[in-house]
T-cell receptor, first 114, second 115 residues
Framework: AQSVTQLDSHVSVSEGTPVLLRCNYS??????LFWYVQHPNKGLQLLLK??????LVKGINGFEAEFKKSETSFHLTKPSAHMSDAAEYFC????????????FGQGTTLQVKP | GAGVSQSPSNKVTEKGKDVELRCDPI?????LYWYRQRLGQGLEFLIY????????KSGLPSDRFSAERTGESVSTLTIQRTQQEDSAVYLC?????????????FGEGSWLTVV
């Protein structure tokens, strides 16, 4: 069965410093992987997705993630954090069977300090 | 609007009552999903509809939960005899096709509080 593990439940950075949110996945086949962001009292927004094309995926708002099969990782990074980046981030893997059903990680809360 | 629309946005109900939550997917999207998000937790898959195929109900937590979808349009999630542990945000999502490469778009959710 597919699963994702977000290694940090809470990450705190200073504005202008790099962001690293870690995610490891488990999959018996070549998965599709996603990062979603959820701002307080807002819906989920897709940041980026990997679907077996380029391993370095660029998303919105300056975020990017690198798919590393050897490490079964899909960490999310951003060179310089902005206050507006403070939110909950979910690493997500698609289920098997090509249904598009998504399996969510438990989420990482990103705090950005001024 | 162009996005996934859910109603009601907020619902407070008494324990034991039935509730219905509605989802209008993006026009043309054949796949529709329901997820539940409890406070401070990730999303739990509930049910998935793809076109006219039999729905994948593997995530429904009990027989008090059911969902219907009319063709490729509106879906209704029904919770019977609500319990306090049913309190959560219920999120609906849709995609053009139930394929792992397609982007899934989420609504803003229906916040359910059972008192």
């Amino acid at each position: 069965a597919q699963s994702v593990t977000q290694l940090d439940s809470h990450v705190s950075v200073s504005e202008g410093t790099p962001v690293l949110l870690r995610c490891n996945y488990s999959s018996s086949y070549s998965p599709s992987l996603f990062w979603y962001v959820q701002h307080p009292n807002k819906g989920l927004q897709l940041l980026l997705k990997y679907t077996s094309a380029a391993t370095l995926v660029k998303g919105i708002n300056g975020f990017e993630a690198e798919f590393k099969k050897s490490e079964t990782s899909f960490h999310l990074t951003k060179p310089s954090a902005h206050m507006s980046d403070a939110a909950e981030y979910f690493c997500v893997v698609s289920d098997s069977g090509n249904t598009g059903k998504l399996i969510f990680g438990q989420g990482t809360t990103l705090q950005v300090k001024p | 609007g162009a996005g996934v629309s859910q109603s009601p946005s907020n619902k407070v109900t008494e324990k034991g009552k039935d509730v219905e939550l509605r989802c209008d997917p993006i026009s043309g999207h054949t796949a529709l999903y329901w997820y539940r998000q409890r406070l401070g937790q990730g999303l739990e898959f509930l049910i998935y509809f793809q076109g006219n195929s039999a729905p994948d109900k593997s995530g429904l937590p009990s027989d008090r939960f059911s969902a219907e979808r009319t063709g490729e349009s509106v879906s209704t999630l029904t919770i019977q005899r609500t319990q306090q542990e049913d309190s959560a945000v219920y999120l609906c999502a849709s995609s053009f096709h139930g394929d792992s490469g397609n982007t899934i778009y989420f609504g803003e959710g229906s916040w359910l509080t059972v008192v």
